[in-house]
């Protein structure tokens, strides 16, 4: 090849290839995440943009966001970027992202999507971020077998979760899959919450952070029933991430885990059945509310036109129903497009979807304050940190808790 050649592909082909690509920063990396990561990146390539994987590991996105902040205060933001909930308003007031308005009154989203989700996307009445699906937060995996071996009834409440845990133990099953990390404790939490105190104790203490609701005696029997929780772990669940807590219930060393329905990714991907080899029933106390979070992508300023289109084409895609049923097949939600005919969805996808209609008709429908939906991520890591302390401490005291959190919460208004 001559000289003149290779310096015309020199400037040429970088330009070209950067501006049809899409760097996107996430934290799908879990197998059963991955899968759905790639149904994303297909259908992307077969719009002739390229993806360019910026995946951190880390379940429930803190190391990712840690790792965006590094990245956008050098300069060098992704072009698009996983982020919920009241992540959204606090990224756009710093003036980073761009609105996708154009697109969504093309595709008319405000008709496409629930009030509740749409509402979510928007700053200051525009979209900066284009949503894949919801995922409800208060699920319980259960391996049946567990249950035929030792003829023991599921659970409906946390008493009966204690009732049955030392015949599980005894059968040689880990009552609970956990993993210490600070968000799967406070997972855990924010379905104790519920199941203690409803719906309307849930918003008061969570979102509107009501420091009555923070010190009651209601928030004193959620520690005093994570404390007896502390139980159902297996004494040497380390740090192990929560794709990991799910193989012991797939392999059968667990009975449960308490987990949002990423899950569900993961025993599609190893072939199991719903309904057959793996349940999900409603966390214990929570069968009449829903806990949701909505995975989002956000699109950073950037200075180029065709990256610019780019970031137009990626946020319509993630609204096309059939890829939001695509992913949603591999990623365990349900799509956010609210008039998807339920058909193609398997049995735990059309209950989460019936759920998440019958919770917002009779208002027990609640944000996830472990995923981001009902405070920002100050009172997001408060609350991890506070649990997760206390839960893997088997001496912390409740009372000592309950005022902990509240004076962190405090705190920070
Ligand atoms: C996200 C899910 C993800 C899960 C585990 C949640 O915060 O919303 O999409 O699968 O974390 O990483």
Redesign the pocket.
Same mark, same amino acid.
């Given at each position: 090849m001559n000289r003149t050649l290779l310096a015309i592909l020199f400037f040429i082909l970088p330009a070209f290839s950067f501006a049809n690509e899409v760097e996107v920063l996430h934290?799908?990396t879990?197998p059963g995440?991955k899968a759905a990561v790639s149904v994303l990146e297909r259908q992307l390539n077969d719009k002739g943009i390229k993806w360019e994987d910026f995946g951190v590991e880390g *379940? *429930? *996105?803190s190391k990712a966001m840690t790792v965006l902040k590094s990245r956008v205060i050098s300069g060098n933001p992704p072009t698009a970027a996983q982020i919920?909930g009241k992540g959204i308003q606090e990224w756009a007031s710093l003036g980073l992202l761009t609105e996708i308005d154009d697109v969504a009154r093309k595709e008319r989203w405000d008709e496409k999507l629930p009030p509740m989700v749409s509402e979510t996307l928007k700053f200051q009445g525009h979209y900066v971020a284009a949503p894949v699906n919801i995922?409800r937060n208060n699920w319980l995996w259960v391996n049946p077998q567990a249950f035929r071996k030792t003829g023991l009834e599921l659970p409906e409440t946390w008493e009966d979760m204690f009732r049955i845990a030392p015949q599980l133990q005894k059968a040689g099953y880990i009552p609970l899959a956990y993993g210490r990390e600070p968000w799967q404790a406070s997972a855990i939490f924010e379905s104790v919450l519920l199941a203690t105190g409803g719906a309307d104790f849930y918003r008061a203490a969570m979102v509107e952070n009501d420091p009555e609701a923070l010190t009651s005696k209601t928030m004193m029997k959620t520690f005093e029933t994570m404390a007896r929780i502390r139980g159902l772990f297996d004494q040497g669940s380390s740090r192990r991430s929560?794709d990991q807590a799910t193989q012991l219930v797939i392999d059968g060393k667990a009975a449960m885990q308490l987990m949002?329905d990423?899950v569900r990714g993961e025993f599609l991907l190893q072939d199991k059945q719903p309904g057959k080899d793996f349940l999900c029933i409603p966390a214990p106390g929570t069968k009449d509310a829903f806990v949701y979070?909505i995975?989002s992508f956000v699109m950073f300023n950037m200075p180029d036109e065709q990256q610019k289109k780019a970031q137009q084409s990626l946020a319509s895609l993630l609204m096309n129903p059939d890829f939001q049923i695509a992913f949603n097949l591999k990623k365990g939600g349900i799509p956010a497009l609210d008039f998807i005919d339920d058909q193609d969805m398997d049995i735990c996808a059309r209950k989460s979807r019936r759920d998440f209609n019958r919770s917002m008709a009779r208002g027990t429908l609640v944000p996830s304050t472990t995923?981001g939906m009902a405070a920002g991520e100050r009172v997001q890591n408060v609350v991890s940190e506070v649990v997760s302390r206390f839960i893997n401490d088997p001496n912390a005291d409740p009372a000592k808790a309950v005022k902990q959190l509240s004076l962190a919460i405090k705190a920070l208004k």
């Open positions: 934290w799908w879990s995440e *379940g *429930g *996105g919920r995922h929560w949002g990423w979070n995975d995923h």
